[in-house]
């Protein structure tokens, strides 16, 4: 198989098509609801797209910090993630 080289699990398969899902709800929003860039906390306009990809590199570099850290627990950078990305949302 042209993949095999890859180890996709479900996690990895699940947490791609949860990504996947959310560039196509952002697609369609823009499409559909229209919205103006907003000056929040970052302190310059940003629109929902711009978040999201924010809180997407964020979280990755939680993820690294944590790891690198010695976590072994996950939940921990889990919930912080979640966090970062409402605040991301509802601030910038």
Not at 43 to 50: A, I, L, V
Not at 79 to 92: D, E, G, K, P, S
Request: hydrophobic share 60%.
């Amino acid at each position: 198989m042209p993949l095999d080289w890859m180890a996709w699990t479900w996690e990895t398969a699940g947490f791609f098509a949860a990504i996947a899902l959310a560039l196509v709800t952002l697609t369609l929003l823009a499409a559909y609801r229209p919205e103006k860039p907003r000056r929040g906390i970052l302190g310059f306009p940003t629109t929902r797209g711009d978040r999201f990809f924010v809180s997407l590199l964020g979280t990755a570099y939680i993820f690294i910090i944590f790891m690198c850290a010695g976590g072994e627990i996950l939940w921990y950078p889990v919930a912080t993630a979640i966090l970062f990305a409402v605040a991301m949302f509802r601030l910038a």
